[in-house]
């Protein structure tokens, strides 16, 4: 299945189709999707019911995880490498 991408706003934000990210993404898929980050800043993948490490296996194809600190020893709700926006 070939990616499709659906603009949300002409110069920001397109909605990404035709991937499972539950799956290893190959580099050339990956370079798509790199490409449409590069061009629409923020990538939404509707329906994907990712677990924790796909997310983080995914995340890593951009490069290495920043660790969210600990805000003032807050009790954070989600483990250090999972941001909690």
């Known amino acids: 299945?070939?990616?499709?991408?659906?603009?949300?706003?002409?110069?920001?934000g397109v909605e990404?189709?035709?991937?499972?990210?539950?799956?290893?993404?190959?580099?050339?898929?990956?370079?798509?999707?790199?490409?449409?980050?590069?061009?629409?800043?923020?990538?939404?993948?509707?329906?994907q019911p990712l677990t924790d490490e796909q997310q983080l296996a995914f995340s890593r194809l951009f490069g290495p995880l920043e660790v969210n600190p600990n805000y003032a020893g807050a009790k954070m709700r989600l483990r250090p490498d999972v941001a909690d926006i």
Not at 2 to 7: D, F, G, K, S, Y
Not at 21 to 43: M, N, S
């Open 16 to 47: 990404l189709r035709g991937v499972d990210l539950t799956r290893p993404v190959t580099p050339e898929v990956f370079a798509e999707i790199e490409a449409a980050f590069h061009r629409y800043g923020i990538l939404v993948f509707p329906e």
């Open 1 to 12: 299945m070939a990616i499709e991408l659906t603009p949300l706003h002409p110069t920001l």
